[in-house]
């Protein structure tokens, strides 16, 4: 599939403003929670008022793509009114010469990020889970990068290879690694720098132990390695039920008009205090609100 976005807007239509922010959501660990943070982040940027635009990179699955065309649906269905970002999903180059696919990707992923910087707040950028080039260019972009890790110390390899007896970094991660070249790269390309935030994803009530000591280990590997942590999101089944509908838990709350809709039940209020907390740690840089689209 070639690159193809979502949105019609002519790039003309840019209203006056800061460029957004740009938050890229990346782990190169499958299934670490990348695609269900990039869309609550998207929904409640959304419902602060912004105007958010979200790029998909993940071409195996295009899971964001299609929880938002989930939501287009919706929309359509029921007739309802819930933000909607400015869309757009974006596959490697088939160019056989890898130097020209390469250059390829770059100029497609910069022509819709520059497209989107003049039409919106924030940009959201969810990376498939494997190392790719246009994942490497979008780090590189990164005002804010936000890597999502399940609770376990399997998971934590994605960031440094850790001591079994010290709980010490032995030695960074590929990842890391990479991470690390392209805040080199925003360096040298504008003097700007990356926010590196890792949040600790599907965390349990249960298992306190384990609880700890992750913290423990990633609070020394933050100094480190150079990030800052966020409260993660718990195991919920909210946070996985609603995909079909292309819904969060954050679109439950002003549905009081509409006889049908699911009551929200404390879990969910819990569940949107954790979308809330993140986006506070994120402390993400003020933007006057540009007008937002609605379905
Ligand atoms: N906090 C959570 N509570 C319950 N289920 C979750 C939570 N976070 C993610 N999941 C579920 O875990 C699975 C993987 O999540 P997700 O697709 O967001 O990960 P990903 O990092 O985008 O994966 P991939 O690397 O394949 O793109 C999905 O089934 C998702 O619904
Ligand atoms: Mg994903």
């Not at 699955?61 to 938002?68: E, K, M, S």
């Not at 010469?97 to 992923?109: S, T």
């Not at 190392?131 to 979008?138: E, F, G, N, P, T």
């Not at 890792?198 to 009530?205: D, G």
């Amino acid at each position: 599939m070639a690159d193809t976005a979502v949105d019609s807007t002519p790039a003309n239509d840019a209203l006056p403003g800061e460029p957004a922010h740009v938050i890229v959501v990346g782990c190169e660990k499958g299934g670490s929670g990348k695609s269900t943070t990039s869309m609550h982040l998207t929904v409640a940027l959304l419902r602060l008022g912004y105007a958010v635009g979200t790029i998909d990179l993940d071409a195996r699955q295009w899971t964001l793509t299609r929880y938002l065309s989930n939501r287009a649906t919706t929309i359509q269905r029921e007739k309802r009114k819930l933000p909607m970002p400015r869309h757009f999903f974006l596959a490697p180059s088939e160019q056989p010469v890898r130097d020209e696919a390469r250059a390829e990707d770059r100029a497609r992923f910069e022509a819709i990020l520059e497209k989107l910087r003049g039409l919106v707040d924030y940009v959201v950028i969810d990376c498939a889970g494997t190392d790719s080039y246009l994942a490497r260019v979008a780090h590189s972009y990164a005002d804010t990068l936000v890597t999502p890790v399940n609770d376990s110390f399997i998971d934590l390899d994605v960031v440094a290879h850790v001591d079994g007896q010290t709980g010490e970094m032995a030695r960074p991660s590929v990842y890391a690694e990479m991470v690390w070249d392209q805040r080199k790269a925003r360096a040298q390309r504008d003097g700007g720098s990356i926010d590196w935030i890792v949040m600790r994803n599907r965390l349990s009530t249960l298992e306190a132990n384990n609880k700890k000591e992750m913290a423990d280990v990633l609070q020394r590997l933050a100094r480190r390695i150079g990030f800052r942590m966020a409260p993660g999101f718990s195991e919920r089944v909210i946070f996985r039920e609603l995909f079909l509908q292309g819904l969060t838990m954050l679109d439950m709350f002003d549905d009081k008009a509409r006889p049908d809709a699911a009551r929200p039940r404390m879990s969910h209020v819990a569940a949107r205090q954790e979308v809330r907390a993140l986006i506070n740690a994120l402390q993400l840089p003020e933007r006057r609100p540009r007008a937002r689209q609605t379905g």
